[in-house]
C-alpha cells in the first residue's frame, strides 16, 4: 500500500512539474492598464522594459528578436483614420513583403524588412487610441521565430479603443 502511494504521489509530482514546465515555455500573461491590450510574452526573454509613461512593454530576446506592444493616443486628434494610420506605418520599412488593412474591423499588418532585418507589425486603430505589437528579429532567425510570431499575434488582444485611457 506504501509503494502504490508513494508511485501515486510520484506521478502527481511528474505532472505538476511537466504543467509548470509547459507554462514556463507558453509565457507570461501581460496586461497593459493605460491602454488595455493584453498579450502572452513568450519565455526565454533576457529582459522586460516597461516605460514610464506606462504605454507599453518590450522584451527583448538574446537571439535578436525585440518584441514591443503598446498603445498610443488618439489618431483622430491628428485626423488620422486607420488607412492613414496604415500609410504611415508603412514608411518604417525598407521593403514590404506583406500587408493587409481591414479598414471596416481597424486594423492591419505590415510585414517585411526594416535595416535588415525582418519586421512585423499590426496595429488596432480606434476613435481615441491604437494598439500595436511589433516585432524586429534577425533574418537568419527567421524559421525560429515564426512560431514565436504567430503566437504573441494569436494571443495579443486589443484594449478599447474608442475610450481615452
Same mark, same amino acid.
Request: contains cysteine; aromatic residues 10%; neutral net charge.
Given at each position: ?43 526565454g526573454h533576457? +529582459?522586460? !522594459?516597461?516605460?514610464?509613461? *506606462?504605454?507599453? $512593454?518590450?522584451?527583448? @530576446? =538574446? /537571439? %535578436? ?33 506583406? +500587408?493587409? !488593412?481591414?479598414?471596416?474591423? *481597424?486594423?492591419? $499588418?505590415?510585414?517585411? @524588412? =526594416? /535595416? %535588415? ?37 494569436k494571443s ?10
Amino acid at each position: 500500500m506504501k509503494k502504490l502511494l508513494a508511485s501515486g504521489l510520484a506521478l502527481v509530482l511528474l505532472a505538476l512539474a511537466g504543467l509548470a514546465q509547459a507554462q514556463e515555455k507558453a509565457g507570461e500573461q501581460f496586461h497593459n492598464p493605460r491602454f488595455g491590450f493584453t498579450l502572452t510574452i513568450p519565455s526565454g526573454h533576457s +529582459s522586460i !522594459l516597461l516605460p514610464d509613461n *506606462g504605454d507599453g $512593454v518590450t522584451a527583448l @530576446y =538574446r /537571439e %535578436g528578436m525585440e518584441l514591443r506592444a503598446y498603445g498610443s493616443l488618439s489618431p483622430l486628434v491628428f485626423s488620422r483614420n486607420c488607412k492613414a494610420v496604415y500609410e504611415e506605418a508603412k514608411e518604417g520599412f525598407d521593403e514590404i513583403t506583406y +500587408s493587409r !488593412l481591414n479598414e471596416a474591423k *481597424g486594423w492591419f $499588418v505590415l510585414s517585411g @524588412y =526594416r /535595416e %535588415g532585418k525582418i519586421r512585423y507589425l499590426k496595429q488596432f486603430v480606434g476613435k481615441e487610441a491604437t494598439n500595436a505589437v511589433d516585432m524586429v528579429y534577425p533574418k537568419e532567425q527567421a524559421r525560429n521565430f515564426d512560431g514565436f510570431v504567430n503566437a504573441v499575434v494569436k494571443s495579443f488582444v486589443p484594449g478599447s479603443l474608442d475610450i481615452a485611457p
